[in-house]
């Protein structure tokens, strides 16, 4: 079910939501940073369609530290531009944001403290996402086709989509996937399991797995709502956000980006109050986008918010001039 969109001015005014379809999206694959990678050229799909090789993929956008990873695990800085291709990977600090852009079309968003390896099954032109720590948000283009377009790899399963929006994060005992449009099939060894052994998790719904136990994919909360904001003035001004506590939610997320596709996310917060607050942010036009973790700890659907921000500090300049 596609996320509201809200206009949301310093006066905060709310306007009606308006719809916003989710780019489909899932499995990941990340690319590589890497000047020289090599061109692959286009091949022919199961309906005799010339298509774009998905790797090499290239870094869209870079908030804050991140390195790319040759693959014997060498790091040096990340750069937009560059490319992320196969056996190569993508490793960002605590506080940053990588998004990069498949050639296929798919697109990966990166948060803090992460980390992938890309890999490619040549037979199908199949890009795989190796997830070694952190957290993966992946666009995955919808086609119709009888095998998977995308693969994410965790430490305990395979996730294979044709094309959706979702997340999966890893925190070394378990992985959680959550599906926001489309369908993930889950399954626990990276060969073709028997149908019996896959799990289909849809949208709106997501999934705890270790390597054993029952899979049961649960319903996500649904989106908290954004009620209000201030602000403080000073050297770095600070910009709240609050929001209508949420039945059910043990925690809260906020992400401000500058684009709406939210590929160029500039910071986010957490907490376990209906209230985020942002620093050093200058005077702009922002998107914002919020969500709640509920008793598992998964991550439930967003509420997007387009917002003109500025700070207090800046008006009180701009009116003294």
């Not at 993508?90 to 803090?112: C, E, N, Y």
């Not at 797995?209 to 954004?226: I, M, N, T, W, Y």
């Not at 907490?271 to 969500?291: N, Q």
Request: charged share 20%; hydrophobic share 35%; proline share 7%.
């Amino acid at each position: 079910m596609p996320s509201g969109t809200h206009t949301l001015m310093s006066t905060m005014t709310l306007s009606p939501p308006a719809t916003r379809r989710t780019l489909p999206a899932l499995l990941i694959l990340v690319a590589s940073a890497s000047a020289g990678a090599k061109t692959r050229p286009p091949y022919l799909d199961d309906d005799f369609l010339c298509r774009a090789q998905p790797l090499p993929a290239v870094v869209q956008h870079v908030t804050g530290d991140a390195w790319k990873l040759d693959p014997r695990g060498k790091a040096m800085p990340l750069q937009e531009g560059m490319t992320i291709d196969e056996q190569e990977g993508v490793k960002t600090s605590a506080s940053a944001f990588v998004s990069l852009s498949l050639g296929d079309g798919s697109r990966l968003v990166l948060p803090s403290s992460s980390q992938v390896r890309l890999r490619l099954v040549e037979k199908r032109s199949i890009p795989q996402v190796i997830l070694e720590q952190g957290q993966v948000e992946a666009y995955v283009i919808k086609r119709a086709s009888d095998y998977d377009r995308f693969q994410i790899i965790t430490p305990v399963g395979v996730l294979g989509v044709r094309g959706t929006h979702f997340r999966v994060r890893d925190d070394g005992e378990q992985s959680m996937l959550e599906v926001l449009d489309g369908q993930v099939a889950v399954n626990r060894a990276l060969k073709t399991a028997p149908a019996e052994a896959e799990v289909k998790v849809d949208g709106r719904q997501g999934l705890l797995f270790k390597q054993q136990g029952d899979l049961h994919p649960v319903e996500l909360l649904s989106a908290p709502r954004l009620i209000g904001q201030d602000g403080q003035k000073g050297d770095a001004p600070v910009w709240r956000l609050y929001l209508r506590p949420l039945p059910g939610a043990r925690r809260y997320r906020a992400q401000v980006a500058t684009d709406k596709a939210f590929m160029n996310i500039q910071q986010e917060n957490f907490s376990s109050e209906p209230k985020m607050s942002f620093t050093g942010l200058k005077a702009s036009f922002y998107h914002v986008r919020v969500s709640a973790y509920d008793e598992h700890g998964l991550e439930g659907e967003t509420g997007v918010y387009d917002i003109f921000y500025y700070p207090p500090a800046t008006q009180a300049q701009a009116s003294g001039g």
